[in-house]
């Protein structure tokens, strides 16, 4: 694993449904390719190849428009490391409540 990537996709939707069935839809493409991912409260965190996700990046705002919104504001932070990256266990195990 080489990279890292945390992605908040916002539909151009004001309706509280609509944003929730969009963001559905974008979070259920993530997880359909099996890779590490934990889904917070603003942005959903992967982890693996980096190519492989540059493609689900690229793939989100299409999935968001897809499900219905006219539109997808996407903002993405990348972490890249041929030698490898904390995993999202070795970030935030100690920070769990027990």
């Known amino acids: 694993m080489n990279a ?10 004001n309706d ?5 069935r969009a963001v559905d839809a974008v979070i259920a493409y993530i997880k359909s390719f099996g890779l590490p991912a934990v889904v917070g409260p603003f ?3 992967i982890e693996g190849d980096y190519d492989t996700l540059m493609e689900i990046v690229k793939g989100c705002p299409r999935v968001c ?5 006219p539109s997808a504001m996407t903002y993405v932070k990348i ?16 920070h769990r409540e027990a």
């Open 43 to 45: 942005e959903t965190t």
């Open 4 to 13: 890292s990537v945390a992605i908040q996709v916002l539909p151009g939707v």
């Open 65 to 69: 428009v897809e499900a219905g919104a």
């Open 79 to 94: 972490n890249f490391c041929p030698e490898g990256v904390l995993t999202i266990e070795q970030k935030t195990a100690k």
């Open 16 to 20: 509280r449904d609509e944003v929730i």
